[in-house]
């Protein structure tokens, strides 16, 4: 559940008011963390609150103490205790270590504080008091949008990781790949698939072939990010929600603007086929970004076999892996046997930000590293293929008669390997073709 970032819950009582000679803490909420802050040097820090069972009425949440009056000032935690119970195990265990005789009163505040906001969730607010904004920038032309998710999904071992190396380290270093413009911002790579090592790797060669310097470059507005021409990476081993807090803290400390994800399944505890989980992941994607300005992500995910040998086009998986990111793109590929070389093609498959895209198109080219270059989808005949059988029937027709010249339906339905139903019914309604009164189809006119 996402919550309020940056905001100061509301107090209960006010502010000269006392409970028991207790002052009210002052309360700060970021994403499912509240830290209550007392004026006599207490620290109560809720972490990863998650509302749990079948009416989500039961919180559970990491609860850790500290008490800056004292030699050591931690006392308790991080521990995970459900906030909605009784807390009196919690309040026995820091006794023990502390002065202090109001810790059950403390967790009372902050109890009757806490649980009410994070309840509510995001507030109610009138659309026209919100300041117009303009229209997300494309940070990279035609494949990723400011603030929203996009996911790329294929076939294991085509090269989804090395084009999401290059895609991103153009997007952290400012310069355009593969004739595609971008908006430089700084990346985070958050690395399921791989390793520190090999990434590192790559991400150099990718520059050395650019003529990049992979060394210092100081971001003035984060100057102590120790940022450099390579991204910032981190090894992941569990489901992105379990680390919300850590990478929320990284992403405000390194101004990082845009996400990687490889891959989706691990990256949801594994369980990319589940409901519940796939929406989780993306919750979690939203918390670690800035409340008011959404990070943009590039997800990268796998097929199942079966999607393989049907040649079903989605990525595997809830169909939330379709339905939540604004943009998918499907890769596909073709390398020859000890070939250097593999040329790619991004066919659009899914949008929220406007119409469906042409294919994307690109060549790898490993020689000292790897580059990616533009290419045109014709050079390579099995793509272009692929992209003539992902378009409306009538536009098949019309490139297979440019091609050959007018057809009979018979011929025109093996050609394109569509029903003879099919093509006639969609040829009959589409002004942009006739029949001849040879009984073959032919163009009226080519501005198509």
């Known amino acids: 559940m996402e919550q309020a970032h940056n905001k100061e819950v509301a107090r209960t009582t006010k502010p000269e008011e006392k409970t028991a000679s207790l002052t009210v803490p002052d309360i700060e909420n970021e994403g499912d963390s509240y830290t209550a802050t007392w004026e006599d040097g207490v620290i109560i820090r809720l972490s990863y609150l998650e509302a749990i069972g079948k009416s989500k009425l039961t919180i559970?949440?990491?609860?850790?103490?500290?008490?800056y009056t004292s030699l050591n000032p931690h006392l308790y935690g991080p521990t995970t205790s459900n906030i909605t119970g009784s807390l009196s195990v919690v309040v026995k265990e820091i006794e023990k270590d502390s002065h202090r005789e109001d810790w059950n009163k403390r967790f009372t505040q902050l109890k009757k504080m806490v649980i009410p906001h994070y309840r509510q969730g995001e507030p109610v607010m009138a659309l026209g008091s919100i300041k117009t904004t303009?229209?997300?920038?494309?940070?990279?032309?035609?494949?990723?949008?400011?603030?929203?998710?996009?996911?790329?999904?294929?076939?294991?071992?085509?090269?989804?990781?090395?084009?999401?190396?290059?895609?991103?380290s153009a997007?952290?270093?400012?310069?355009?790949?593969a004739g595609l413009e971008t908006e430089q911002g700084n990346v985070l790579y958050l690395d399921w698939e791989t390793s520190a090592d090999q990434t590192h790797r790559r991400n150099k060669s990718i520059l050395e072939s650019a003529g990049v310097d992979a060394g210092a470059w100081p971001d003035p507005d984060y100057p102590k990010a120790e940022r450099t021409g390579m991204m910032f990476?981190?090894?992941?081993?569990g489901p992105l929600m379990n680390e919300v807090k850590y990478l929320k803290e990284q992403v405000i400390k390194l101004g990082i603007t845009t996400v990687c994800?490889?891959?989706?399944?691990?990256?949801?505890?594994?369980e990319p086929e589940s409901a519940e989980a796939t929406l989780k992941f993306f919750e979690a994607l939203r918390a670690i970004g800035p409340y008011e300005k959404p990070l943009q992500a590039l997800i990268l995910a796998h097929v199942t076999h079966e999607n393989k040998r049907t040649g079903k086009s989605a990525p595997f998986g809830s169909v939330y892996w379709e339905n939540m990111p604004r943009n998918v793109f499907e890769l596909s590929s073709e390398q020859a046997a000890n070939s250097s070389i593999s040329d790619c093609a991004l066919y659009h498959k899914k949008t929220n930000t406007g119409p469906l895209l042409s294919p994307t198109c690109f060549r790898l080219t490993w020689d000292n590293g790897c580059t990616m270059s533009p290419l045109d989808i014709r050079q390579n005949a099995e793509l272009f293929k692929k992209e003539i059988q992902n378009r409306p029937i009538v536009e098949q027709v019309l490139i297979a008669i440019d091609g050959y010249g007018p057809m009979t339906i018979e011929e025109l339905?093996?050609?394109?390997g569509q029903t003879k139903n099919s093509v006639e019914?969609?040829?009959?309604?589409?002004?942009?073709?006739?029949?001849?009164?040879d009984g073959k189809w032919k163009q009226t006119h080519k501005d198509w």
């Open 60 to 67: 559970k949440c990491e609860i850790e103490v500290e008490d």
């Open 134 to 168: 303009a229209m997300p920038r494309e940070i990279v032309k035609g494949l990723m949008w400011e603030g929203s998710p996009t996911l790329i999904f294929g076939p294991g071992g085509i090269g989804k990781s090395i084009i999401a190396l290059n895609i991103c």
């Open 171 to 177: 997007i952290h270093t400012g310069r355009d790949i």
């Open 233 to 237: 990476y981190r090894f992941m081993a």
């Open 261 to 270: 994800v490889d891959s989706a399944g691990p990256a949801c505890g594994g």
């Open 413 to 416: 339905s093996k050609e394109i």
């Open 425 to 437: 019914q969609s040829l009959e309604r589409d002004n942009r073709i006739e029949r001849g009164l």
